[in-house]
């Protein structure tokens, strides 16, 4: 293959308007699959967004296949879509946008999965086109399939780039620009692992309660409903649950437990609250932070805030479902008149998420330094309207599902510079050994994506 095909441009796909699904989508999985990858990368919506109605559509034997299809596809894109352009001789540019999708769920099924044979992915696949293109095109997808059926293994498919950065990128299905900024960050081995870990599966982690008998018996409770769970090495109050899901469970039917990552649940506790502490939680919406606040001390005294009426009314439908009244406030952090101080005001800063591109691996594909610059500038924004509403002496806790210092360490020293009566607080110190290990020296925690978790950024100020 030569150096220009190598350093390809992932392209978007064409008119959205284009993009709506055909009546046989609905019950073909692999065409659903197709539809959701072409709806995702084609706009700036989370897969969620297009995933979680698909998923509606279909029965539950169906589901598992569809997520690990959209999920696995967005994640190994960049890889998927070199061994594309290999197999078809084409540049990426020069394969019908209406047929771009379905290539890419098929490669992805018969380079990563083995239940079902290569014949029939093909096979599919070439009916699939059918509805789509012109004979031409069906027999461009045939193909091409065909040749990757026969090596459908990657080491058949090498990246032959000169650039190891690039090699790396392509390798492994990220951005350069990740990897750029990764490797004199973390160095080569933690950032191969940091690869390495964005490219699998996440498994599904559970927050319970300390007030609803704790994790011990909600694991009871799961596994008698016939699940597979475990308890949370990282999260005090937190199970990962291996087999089963837990959604039609009367302990979770009846509040005793909250998804949400266990990386998620240990960075609302740092550090670790009092008894009857008065805590504001900033963008507060879907809850996770204040409810894992609420599951570690009962006592705790919060109040929710967001300024998105549509996600407060998500938090407060959570609210219902765990059975907690919590006060709720419609407000814009960056610009609210706080009336009231706080011992502890949380605050969830937007960030590009690269803590969380396994669970979210749509965002690897929007990534930009322009768009980094952004988010950081509207962070610092909100960090400094939300610590008007910290008392003195009080704590202000930002926190970020990112691993750039720009969204983190830089951020906060631009915030310090402009708020002199806040300073950064020693974490390791406040915190049991566990989660100590992932304090630095100048007061930032950090925890790597790595085992089954996302990764996060926590920075806590003093004031006064």
């Known amino acids: 293959m030569s150096r220009r095909r190598g350093r390809m441009a992932l392209r978007p796909l064409g008119d959205v308007k284009r993009l709506q699904p ?100 093909v096979s599919e696949a070439v009916a699939q086109a059918h509805g789509r293109s012109h004979r031409g095109g069906v027999s461009f997808v045939n193909a091409v399939l065909r040749r990757i059926a026969r090596n459908p293994v990657l080491a058949a498919w090498p990246v032959a780039e000169a650039d190891p950065v690039v090699r790396l990128a392509i390798e492994t299905s990220h951005p350069d620009l990740l990897v750029r900024r990764w490797l004199p960050r973390f160095g080569e081995r933690a950032t191969r692992a940091l690869l390495a870990a964005n490219n699998r599966p996440k498994p ?80 507060a919406a879907p809850g996770g932070k204040s409810f894992s606040l609420l599951a570690y001390e009962p006592t705790v005294r919060v109040v929710a805030a967001d300024r998105s009426p549509e996600r407060l009314g998500l938090l407060a439908a959570n609210l219902r479902r765990l059975r907690r009244p919590l006060p709720l406030l419609c407000a814009d952090g960056r610009r609210a008149p706080w009336r009231s101080r706080f011992d502890r005001v949380v605050v969830d800063l937007p960030c590009s998420g690269t803590g969380t591109l ?24 909100l960090l400094a309207g939300a610590a008007d509403a910290v008392a003195a002496g009080g704590r202000l806790v930002a926190m970020t599902c990112s691993l750039e210092p720009e969204e983190n360490e830089r951020l906060v020293e631009a915030f310090l510079a402009a708020r002199p009566e806040f300073a950064r607080e020693p974490l390791a110190p406040l915190l049991p050994p566990v989660h100590a290990r992932f304090a630095n020296e100048a007061g930032v925690w950090r925890l790597p994506p790595g085992g089954g978790h996302d990764g996060f950024t926590v920075q806590v100020l003093r004031r006064g």
């Open 204 to 283: 599904l982690h559970l927050l319970a309660f300390r007030d609803r008998g704790g994790r011990e018996l909600a694991a009871e409770a799961l596994i008698e409903a016939g699940l597979e769970v475990e308890a949370s090495a990282l999260a005090p109050f937190g199970l990962t649950v291996r087999e089963g899901l837990p959604w039609g469970t009367a302990a979770f039917r009846e509040g005793a437990l909250y998804a949400q990552d266990e990386a998620s649940q240990v960075a609302a506790l740092l550090p670790p609250p009092a008894p009857g502490e008065r805590i504001l939680d900033v963008a």
């Open 358 to 381: 396994r669970k979210n691996p749509e965002l690897k594909w929007r990534l930009s330094e322009a768009e980094i610059a952004r988010l950081a500038a509207s962070g610092l924004d």
């Open 22 to 121: 055909r009546r046989s989508a609905q019950n073909d999985v692999r065409a659903v699959a197709a539809w959701v990858v072409e709806r995702t990368l084609a706009s700036l919506a989370p897969v969620d967004a297009f995933l979680d109605g698909a998923l509606a559509r279909l029965d539950e034997r169906d589901r598992a296949l569809l997520r690990e299809l959209v999920l696995g596809t967005l994640r190994w894109l960049r890889r998927l879509d070199h061994v594309l352009v290999q197999a078809s001789e084409r540049e990426l540019a020069a394969i019908d946008s209406e047929l771009l999708g379905l290539l890419r769920v098929a490669a992805y099924q018969l380079l990563f999965l083995t239940r079902v044979p290569a014949h029939a992915v």
